[in-house]
């Protein structure tokens, strides 16, 4: 989405907050640059879905001066602690520099409203382009090209089927607090699981070997069913989340 207003400055880092794959940076020390912030948490599902599209991008265009960061915002307090994000960031292969915002200072110097958050912003460190949520990836892709002056080249590949254009997809259940068992109507189903141990879902057991968000079902299209979720010992469940599924 374009800004109503093209004099959107850039909010900067909050100080004194861990980063991980760099040192400290500082937003106008960027100047000069297209910037591509993403707000996310390793914890939450629709921020492990937009992540192979900001990491394609940083891979694709870093060369050619865009600099990504990602701004983690847990959450749940496991999330928080950094040394949980330095492993997820490990784990998940992010390259670029992640902030580990802590007590969400970065969130509200941008008055963010929710993740995952993806905010660019062009060399004079004012707003280009903005989304809320999964989805609009081409969109965001040509916006970053038009920046960087490339012309004629296409957008990454969409990594699943929700995310062709014009895919219809119906709502999915709204994401539920703790251990909940019950009906749903979705195209996956995910918990976000503190520590190690099993889980059983619908009789199927599920290792947790780290703290994060974690797949119990995942079906073709989307589905209603009822889930039965068992927690083992060693366990905590913070929510059960829904993703879409194509109609």
Request: hydrophobic share 35%; glycine share 10%; net charge negative.
């Amino acid at each position: 989405m374009r800004p109503q207003s093209d004099d959107i400055e850039a909010p900067p880092f909050a100080p004194k907050l861990p980063w991980i794959n760099s040192g400290a940076l500082r937003m106008h020390q960027q100047r000069g640059r297209p910037v591509l912030v993403e707000i996310w948490d390793f914890a939450r599902v629709n921020s492990l879905r937009t992540l192979p599209y900001v990491k394609g991008w940083h891979e694709r265009y870093e060369e050619r001066g865009l600099r990504v960061v990602g701004v983690q915002c847990g959450a749940w307090p496991f999330s928080r602690d950094a040394g949980e994000v330095r492993a997820a960031v490990e784990r998940l292969g992010v390259p670029y520099p992640v902030v580990v915002d802590e007590n969400f200072e970065t969130w509200d110097l941008y008055g963010n409203a929710g993740w995952p958050a993806r905010y660019l912003w062009n060399p004079e460190n004012r707003l280009d382009y903005f989304h809320y949520g999964e989805g609009a990836y081409a969109e965001t892709e040509e916006a970053i090209q038009l920046l960087l002056r490339i012309e004629g080249e296409p957008t990454l590949l969409p990594v699943r089927g929700e995310d062709e254009p014009g895919a219809l997809l119906p709502a999915q259940t709204e994401d539920q607090a703790g251990e909940y068992s019950g009906p749903y109507e979705a195209g996956g189903v995910w918990a976000v699981l503190e520590g190690r141990g099993e889980v059983r879902a619908n009789g199927r057991a599920v290792e947790v070997s780290y703290s994060g968000c974690h797949a119990l079902i995942e079906h073709d299209r989307h589905t209603r069913g009822e889930l039965e979720l068992e927690v083992g010992d060693g366990l905590v469940c913070h929510a059960v989340c829904f993703t879409p599924g194509l109609e």
